[in-house]
DNA sequence: GCGACAG
DNA sequence: ATCTTGTCGC
């Protein structure tokens, strides 16, 4: 488990052949390989990605969303086989699976994806952001809820205001106001940019709690959800 | 040993 | 995450 591609290790991902320990390996493996530094291009877009569950099927969206216009420029679905249970910090053996092949074929470029979950704000420093981040060799961002370790000030009331979020003496993440009146998200660097730049990009692309192309992603894929099994 | 725990 | 309509509140 070495070399850390999509296609090398994709295969053991999407087969949800992972045991527990092999998981937490590869998720160290995908630390290591973590950059959080200055995006190398001026993203015009901002992928998001979410997948919707049945008992036995789920279907991952992606929405592509310009953010000059403001407005999706792209979508597409994908239905597969639940690959694994929900267990809190291999929550990528879950979502990774649909996620990445869908990611993988998307027509455009410059873009900077965001995931529903986290990125370096995770007990062994890579969420389901920072693998999706490594194996695809792209920009990602963590959003999420709450958190999973670490702590962190509360941000100011205004709508863009942050706070960093802490975990072991490093500054893993931040409490981001996406909304006046709601509780912070919680946004985490996923790979290839900087905390600064991923709290920029999720309050520039927010009008509700998670950023638009989230969101749109969440309603996308819970539509095609319905359509595929509960239209049987 | 106990509690916490992305979606 | 999911089961689920209307409803209380800013």
Redesign the pocket.
Known sequence: MSHLRWGTCGEEILAGTMARGEAEAFLRSVAQRVREVPLPFVPSLLVGA?????ERQAVAAVVVWDLREGKVVWEETREGPVAAE?R?????L??APLVLPLLSRVPLDGWVALL????MA?PLGA???SVVGVLLGRPTV???????CGRGGEPGEEKGSWSPVWWQGKRVGAFLRTRA?VKPL?VSVGHGLTLEEAVGLVHAASVYRFPEPLRLA?AL??KS?RAAAGGV
């Open positions: 979410d997948v919707a569950y049945g929900y809190p910090g291999l929550f990528f879950r979502e529903h979950g986290h990125g995770h969420g389901l952001a963590g959003c999420a809820g709450s958190l999973l009146g919680v969440d894929a819970r959800l």
